[in-house]
C-alpha cells in the first residue's frame, strides 16, 4: 500500500506522522484505569518510573517538542484524520 505525503504541510496535506515517543509504555495485557475511569493500553513513564496518561494529539503536535522535518500525510475524504 502506498499513502501520498508530503515534506511540509500544505493544502490537503494536513495530518502530521509522529514518531512512537520514548517514554511510551503499551500496556494491552495489562490496562490500567485513567483518571476517570476508563481503560488505559498505553500510557508515559516519568522520570520516577510513575505511568501517567499521554497527552493528547493535539497537545503533542503543538508542544515544546515539535519535530519540524514530519512527513505530512492527505487525509481521504470521508476519513477520520483528527
Known sequence: MEIEARRAREPGFS???LA???DLV???ETPLRGPEGAPLTSARRS????L???AERRAIEDGPG???NRPWLSCATGSNCS
Open 20 to 22: 512512537r515517543p520514548l
Open 66 to 68: 515539535k519535530i519540524a
Open 26 to 28: 503499551t500496556l494491552n
Open 52 to 54: 501517567e496518561p499521554y
Open 15 to 17: 495530518t502530521p506522522v
Open 47 to 50: 522520570a520516577d518510573g510513575a
